[in-house]
């Protein structure tokens, strides 16, 4: 079975710029999640989607946009790029378990932003 | 506030070794879920193991172990039987009643043949 996918796999955009990131979930997953990680630290929560309906929000501002789509397939979508954006932006999906904290997410190999 | 710690930014292991990575985490959610991943220099994270915090036996996957002492609230991984493939960061995570998973910022396993 195929893992969670993301496209492109390497970006590279200037400041100000827009960029569009895209994930395809693992065939059965509704839930799709995207995470920023900046060199050195670990996975930043950005957006939770299940069944097209946003479930969580980090800490993130409103340049960052996102949304899912009837195939549960997603898009992440970051305006007026900055400097700081350059990161490796990781989605993942998963599967509702009904049990809290039991929801086991599977990342996609990533897409690595460089913003100059 | 959930918050996870791992203390050891680094760690270097012989070949065939056990190695234990350190992870506490702190929550005041009563049911929460606990994860780690291994991240290869690819930059993928890979799911190793997940305990939940009403288990009452630690999970075990293979040659990986989570050391689950919730009075503590510790959950370690270990590895038997290390690997020269088993290099890599190793990332803490726990997820909590909000819908969001929170890592710790990880611990970068060298090891050696």
């Known amino acids: 079975d195929a893992g969670v996918t993301q496209s492109p796999t390497h970006l590279i955009k200037t400041r100000g710029q827009h960029v569009t990131l895209r994930c395809s979930p693992i065939?059965?997953?509704?839930?799709v999640s995207w995470y920023q990680q900046v060199l050195g630290q670990g996975p930043q929560f950005i957006f939770q989607?299940?069944?097209?309906?946003?479930?969580g929000r980090g800490n993130f501002p409103d340049r960052f946009s996102a949304r899912q789509f009837p195939n549960y397939s997603s898009e992440l979508n970051v305006n007026a790029l900055l400097l700081g954006d350059s990161a490796l932006y990781l989605c993942?999906?998963?599967?509702?378990?009904?049990?809290?904290?039991?929801?086991?997410?599977?990342f996609g190999p990533g897409t690595r932003l460089l913003v100059l | 506030a959930q918050k996870i710690t791992q203390t050891q930014p680094g760690m270097f292991v012989q070949e065939k070794e056990a190695v234990t990575l350190d992870c506490t985490y702190d929550?005041?959610?009563?049911?929460?879920?606990l994860f780690w991943y291994k991240q290869p220099s690819s930059g993928e994270m890979i799911f190793l193991i997940y305990?939940?915090?009403?288990?009452?036996q630690n999970a075990t996957e293979g040659r990986y172990s989570l050391n689950f002492q919730k009075a503590r609230k510790s959950a370690n991984l270990v590895i038997s039987a290390s690997q020269l493939g088993d290099s890599a960061m190793y990332f803490c995570a726990m997820r909590g009643g909000g819908d969001k998973i929170i890592f710790g910022k990880g611990t970068r396993l060298h090891i050696l043949p």
């Open positions: 929550t005041s959610d009563p049911s929460y879920g």
């Open positions: 065939s059965g997953h509704k839930s």
């Open positions: 993942a999906s998963s599967f509702p378990t009904g049990s809290v904290g039991g929801e086991t997410q599977y």
């Open positions: 989607y299940y069944e097209k309906e946003e479930r």
């Open positions: 305990q939940g915090s009403y288990d009452q």
